[in-house]
């Protein structure tokens, strides 16, 4: 079809348009301060790395001088060639090279220096490591905190991928105007791990958050609580969220006697495992999405940093790349990660000296994880980044900053906040490259639980459940082990654990792993007489579900509730768990694999404090506290089903939302009682598949 004069090909070359666009003020303004802070940076750097470094011959100015010129050559030389040869490695070999990149370019400057001022290969190597180490340090003082930088890079990185799309549709090889916004809608849905709804509403009420409540107070956007269940744990949710399929998960680990073995769904083995049961390949994702950093892939074409699809991302994630080569990348982030590590055992000594209770150890483990989910932070934001310039019609991302830092430091203490605060941060970095974007995206921003704290089972009673399990099940309490009259096991008794103890948060689940199914109370206590009882008789249990001949029974101290017709005997054992704590049962014990006991710790009625039998000060996983009240913000002017129950609800609510804004494809219509099948029914699209980029 031919082109009318009054609509021209939008990728014909025009040349005084592209010098206007070269030489615009605000861009040769932009282009000329940046030049001037890389050189401020660069000379601050290398005169104190030549001050400090033993066996240098000359600090004069001019010297310096000279040595920023060269270190700006090279860098120009080598930094495209070191970023093809990250994008080519991907994955581990991107992250490693990445740091080496900025090493090699001070190396090679430093040794090709007339002046000579450091010889020797350790020299020169301990020269280039410190002088990339104080940069970064520079860089980000410079920046007074802010995320400028970040988004410089990012969106350098997004008009790159928006020109190299541009080129494959027939655009021109070189052009300098930077691409237009896009019009089209995408949906953007950023989850804040473990951020409980009365957590956010006072963080925005107290200024803290900026970019929500900005959008709050101009009402663009309206919070809405919803209400997770039982489990309240990231991979139930996610299952629900992404997939529609909450009851496949009883827990965040859980025992399968099938088989015999222990499902732990962080683990990429058995997250892939779980998902071949959750997808049906009609997942919240399936319609050309990405999955960024997330449990499961919700049947997402392309999948980043996803548990269920365990690689890094490979050679097509150029946003990867961009952000393992950049010095304001990954470097930046491991110096500063670095620093969040002496932060984090100043504010644990705090802890200590001020005997702030409830607290845990910070130590260990948790040092490693600190920086790492600070990390993980920026590298999903520039992934999102490269996928919004790609122009994909919906993302969604899990972003676990803050939910790593409750569990040790508690959900409402002033580190958790500092993280809730930078995660707001995040969204207006969002808000900020939305116009260099291929499409219109709104950002719709939800949890997937939220936290509760208090003292740990083992700080408040001097053992842990299992020593409680396996005391109350000892040969003191009984003659042995009996077998009920009536079961009749067929498989061979596990070599260690007769009784398999599996917590998550305050929820724990307890397997009988002799016997091949769920097993009733008369069972249970014919082979342990004490069990049941001996648990809801403790102070630290507040509910023990077991399946009767007439449907499952919550048990406590003083009383119990049947669940099935809510008759209840004696002293209630929900009431200090809410009003929706009997459904949130009932609903649990139609999960698959649940335990033959289901155990719920006590809560304090004053302070909603629960006993987590993990050692965790925040935890989730059951019921009690906020760790049920997850969040989700939304455009106002969205239409917006009632009461959302259960992650499934949630995952009902974003499908019509994908589906009002044109990005979701009908579901085909049932077929009729008795009517024929048609060749043109069937949807070969629709049928299971593999991802085909498990890589990115």
Known sequence: MAVSPRDPDPYALDWRTEVRALFAWRRVLNRMRAVLRSALTTFVVLTLTLWLMPGVASTDIVGVLGLVVLVAVVGAVL???????????????????????????????????????????????????????????LDWMADSGSDDTFVREARRLMRGVRRRAARRAGGPLLTFRRPRPGTEPGLLMVQLDGVAEPVLRWAIRAGNLPTLGHWLRTGTHVVRPWHTGLPSTTPASQAGILHGATRQIPGFRWYEKETGKLMVSNRPRDAAIIEQRLSDGAGLLRDGGVSISNAFSGDAVTNLLTVSHAALPGRSARGWAAFMASPYGFTRALVLGVAEVFTELHQARLQRRRNLQPRV??????????????LLRDVNISLVAEQMARGVPAIYCDLVDYDEVAHHAGPARPESMRQLESLDRMLGVLERLAPEAARRYHLVVLSDHGQSQGATFRQRYGETLDEVVDRLA????????????????????????????????????????????????????????????????????????????????????????????????????????GPRARHD????????????????????????????FEELVGSHGGLGGWQTDAVLVHPAAWPATGELDGPDAVHRQLLDWLTMLGLRKPEPAPLEAGEPLRAEDLDPAGTARLSPSRDG
């Open 79 to 137: 930094r495209p060639l070191l970023l093809a040869g990250i994008t080519a490695l991907g994955g581990w070999g991107a992250m490693l090279f990445g740091v080496v990149a900025q090493v090699v370019v001070m190396v090679v400057a430093l040794e090709l220096d007339p002046a000579e001022q450091i010889s020797g290969l350790p020299t020169l190597v301990a020269a280039a490591i410190l002088a990339v180490v104080v940069a970064a340090l």
């Open 361 to 374: 150890s910070r130590s260990g483990a948790f040092l490693a994880l600190r920086p790492a989910s600070m």
């Open 474 to 577: 000892g040969p003191d309490s009984a003659a042995g082990v009996r077998t009920p009259e009536t079961e009749v096991p067929d498989l061979a008794p596990p070599p260690d654990a007769p009784l398999l103890v599996v917590s998550s948060g305050n929820l724990s689940m307890i397997y009988l792993t002799r016997f091949p199914h769920r097993l009733t109370r008369d069972a249970i206590e014919h082979a342990y007489p004490r069990l049941i009882t001996g648990l809801a008789a403790h102070p630290g249990v507040g509910i023990v579900v077991v399946q009767e001949d007439d449907g499952p029974v919550a048990y406590g101290a003083d009383g119990f509730h049947r669940l099935r017709d809510g008759a209840v005997t004696g002293a209630d054992p929900l009431l200090p768990y």
């Open 585 to 612: 049962l009932l609903r649990h014990q139609g999960s698959v694999h649940v335990g033959d006991l289901v155990v719920i710790s006590s809560v304090d009625p004053a302070t909603q404090e629960v006993a987590a």
